[in-house]
């Protein structure tokens, strides 16, 4: 089998034929959010059976760009009206981070034994590719930064729909968009130039997170121009989710056993304490009126970007409240990455024995 499936293309038409499975078994199932966990799940298991599977490459970055589009469209001059009021919550975030900081890197020091720039961009919770990066040039383990990220985050795309549902009384069955064939054709073109302008016009100029933000930063600027009235259509939504799924599962491919019982645990045990400092941050927005719950519990998540954004659309949150949070986090983590990349490699020299 695995001499047949050593072409890339055949290896992914089984991902594909895999995720389509696990869609078609969780749709058939009733249960929840079957484009994103259906694919998630049975890709994750391919992946720890050692299946040879593989991703979908820019197929699976253009389908985040239908997300970028999504955000953009929600903002309107109403959303804008708001922001003044997101002001002081979004001042929580620095704090957010500094704890997290403070208690994520001596636990990744001192409890499992990894090397210094390894534990703080293993703490922090920034985008997965942008950490293992920023990591990787730090003198980190690239490997171990993107099991603990992967982990991170397969682990609260799988949480928060239930938290969400059982502690919090929320539906996630919110209308994602109209059926394709009840939007104008003209914006759906205008949607689709929307996404590959800002995708591509965004990696040009080196934006982070370019396929998701250059499409929400151009939608955005014609939503409040009054040129776009609608998200993307429900099919182009569910076509994401499916990407994502994917791409979650198959992070985890190649995973050995000593990976699993020491990287990815020490990942496991790690999203233990994010949970709770998200919980007190967004427990504290809701006390003070800052917030709403459900939006307030989807902005202190530390999940990836587009994964909080399909758990916003699906349940109705205020998506430019969740996403205004979530940027203010990924830019500060960002930002600070290479001011600590910094700091690591002038200790390292300094305490490199001289002659």
Known sequence: MRKHLSHPQ?????????????????????????????PMAFCLAGALAHLPLKGFGQVSVAARTILGVAVGASITPEVVAHLPRMAQSVALIPIFIALIALVGVPFFRRIWGFDAPTAYYAA??????????FGTEAGGNPRALSLIHATRVLIIVTLAPFILSHFYGAALSNPIGAPVADLPWHELLIMVAAALIGWKGGERLGLFGASILGPMIVTAILSLAGIVHFRPPAEAILAAQFFIGCGIGVHFLGVTWRELTRVVAAGVAYVLVLAVLAAGFSGLVTALGLGDPV??????????????????????ADLGFVITHHLTRIVIVIVGAPVVAGIIARRRRAQRPKG
């Open 10 to 38: 055949a290896r992914r038409a089984l991902t594909f034929g895999l995720a389509a499975t696990g869609t078609v078994l969780f749709w058939s199932l009733d249960l929840p959010l079957p484009f994103l966990f259906g």
């Open 124 to 133: 922090m919770p920034g985008g997965l590719q942008d950490m293992v990066i």
């Open 295 to 316: 939006p307030a519990f989807l902005a202190f998540a530390p999940g990836g970007q587009a994964e909080m954004t399909v758990l916003a659309i699906v349940t109705g």
